[in-house]
């Protein structure tokens, strides 16, 4: 979120020169004094006007260079500390115009309202950021669900798309969150239903989209992320990772389906890693919480997500 923002640089260069200018003050009042203390035999050559205008002199120079070191020691930390809210303010500017933008508190960017009913759509015309999503999944009822972050509840959208077709989604430019399978019967209850594999993007503040494949909320099917922007980036894993898996990996998803158990929380499903690590390279997809191998990035805002042999 962090770090990327030019407005709070800019605020930082200010507080630097403000440093800057009260040190060189200080230093030029150090050298008069330094100087009227050494020839202190010339002062009574001047006359009272003369003396009076050299002692008001000083003293203007001693009160900015106060005023400037109190600015500086006092305020500059502030300016320094203050990127988190100049980057809202920055991300509300890239945002504003999309017609999706909704601030929530904590300076929040979403694409869409908790109070607005999920988007069903079978693909969006091509403008900003976004992906391609194509349809390898084995079951034709499957739907594709684009959760935002902290949103777990609520999907912003859902895409239909038929087996073997791509098509495009957009999203707004703080976009960050995930593509799940799921069902609307389910997915729309108002209920969490975290348990599969995400498919996991962000947008950054420079326009660039990251993306990741993930099984540590659990396996529902493989597939791939690969870079639109002719970087030629892919993360991939085709295997159907639900065939032949051992009994002990599965656990029941909402919709009844038996998928790999998660790798992550208070039961982490060992077996379940071990398949998919017998499956799929870690380097791929993120099975290890510290491993950021498998995280790509587009610098043209688009990534494509491919859905492989996975089911609802």
Sequence with gaps: MRHYFHDSSHAIFQAQD???????????YSNSFTSIDANHWRFFDFTPIEAVILILQQLQTMLRTISGLI?????????????SKIGAAHLTEIATGHKDAVTEPGDILYCGGLDEPTIATTGDRLDGPGFWITNHDNAPEVKYFLYENSRDNHPWKYLTVVPGATAFLSVCSTWQGRIVRGIPEINLDGEVHNLGTWFKSSVAPNGWMWGDISFLEGCDGGGSVASTDGSDVVRECYEDLLAGAPSSALVMKETGTKVLAKL???APNQAAKDWEASKCSSAEVWMNGGNDGPVIKSTNGRLAFTFFKGMA
């Excluded at 403000?18 to 003050?25: A, E, G, K, P, V």
């Excluded at 600015?71 to 203050?82: D, G, K, R, Y």
């Design 264 to 266: 992550v929380g208070d």
């Design 18 to 28: 403000l440093c800057q200018i009260s040190d060189i003050n200080s230093r030029s």
């Design 71 to 83: 600015v500086c020691f006092l305020f500059a930390p502030a300016i320094v500390c203050a990127p």
